[in-house]
């Protein structure tokens, strides 16, 4: 067994996703999502459509369930409201799950750099400000619900970083999460969060 299964096992055996997923089935929902995602789930910037594959199973399976509820969506132009249309009605959680851990068994090559910032500066205000939720490595911690960072598309973090600073992301009643992301954010000038992202697209995925 690989490490990326190594890492993969742990997860379930330590979050929701401990029920039996199929992995055939998961693959088989991923292609109506690799037209826009890739089919490594590496993103494509003209699509606005993000990297996936470097994050957690239970983070997509929840980001997934904010969709279909609502709790992100937004204008039917933007990728957000058309992520939402895309799953709305999908009620069925065990095939949310299935998707998700095959889309973690996937690797994409590193992503790359489009934006331009001070990455030694980055890490102060990384280290200060998301570490304690997303780890010093940017990795993620499934117990405080963090995605992993390392291996995002540049231009999808400052897109919502941004979403969060305006209020389009993170406002849903139900989204407490979000709400702190927003305040985290706010904190962030046009120029740390260059060098907050240049620090993150540093780390290794």
Known sequence: MNLRWIVIVILLSASPLQAEVNLTEGEQK????????????????????PALSH????????????????????????????????????????DKRSLAVYIASLTSESKPQTLTGNAAAGERAFLSLCAGCHGRDAKGKNVLHAPALAGAN???????????????????????????????????????????????TAQPQ
């Open 30 to 49: 991923y292609q109506t999502c690799a037209g826009c995602h890739g089919a490594k789930a590496e993103g494509i910037e003209a699509l606005q459509a």
């Open 55 to 94: 994050l957690q199973p239970v983070y997509i399976v929840r980001q997934l369930q904010n969709y279909v509820a609502g709790v992100r969506s937004g204008s039917p132009s933007s990728p957000a409201g058309q992520m939402a249309a895309a799953v709305a009605g999908w009620e069925d959680i065990q």
């Open 154 to 200: 540049d231009w999808y973090l400052l897109a919502q970083m941004k979403a969060f600073q305006s209020g389009e992301r993170g406002s849903h009643p139900s989204d407490g999460l979000g709400a702190q992301m927003q305040s985290m954010a706010s904190l962030l000038d046009d120029q740390k969060l260059l060098d907050v992202i240049a620090y993150i």
